[in-house]
């Protein structure tokens, strides 16, 4: 069975820093993409950041780039997303996502790319 724990979600004022992490198991991490996405109230569920199996590429949403950072450590089976410079408009559910490498498209920007997904965590920016 697949699971996909995300945490690491709080309250955070304007400008302050997150690291959320997404302990993945039930499957081989190594070989998955992995993407965060975020859900404000009332919105669609939207790509954050991609990370490949390998580790040697990322993508970004350009309303994060230079701000966030997506990593992975293969060892622990676990991604994280380091979040910088936190705005008001950050505040959202933040999902991680499992995609098998094998699956065609890189990047995988689509909810319906990921057939796996976490609970998702919390992140409220005050202003």
């Known amino acids: 069975q697949v699971q996909l724990v995300e945490s690491g979600g709080r309250l955070v004022q304007t400008g302050g820093s997150l690291r959320l992490s997404c302990a993945a198991s039930?499957?081989?991490?190594?070989?998955?993409?992995m993407g965060w996405f975020r859900q404000a109230p009332g919105k669609e569920r939207d790509i954050v950041a991609v990370?490949?199996?390998?580790?040697?590429?990322?993508y970004y949403a350009d309303v994060v780039k230079g701000r966030f950072t997506i990593s992975r450590d293969n060892d622990k089976n676990t991604v994280y997303l380091q979040m910088t410079i936190l705005k008001p408009e950050d505040t959202a559910v933040y999902y991680c996502?499992?995609?098998?490498?094998?699956?065609?498209?890189?990047?995988?920007?689509?909810?319906?790319?990921?057939?796996?997904w976490g609970q998702g965590t919390q992140v409220t920016v005050s202003s």
């Open positions: 039930g499957l081989s991490f190594s070989s998955y993409d």
């Open positions: 990370i490949r199996w390998s580790g040697d590429s990322t």
């Open positions: 996502a499992a995609a098998a490498k094998y699956t065609i498209g890189w990047p995988k920007l689509r909810t319906l790319e990921y057939p796996y």
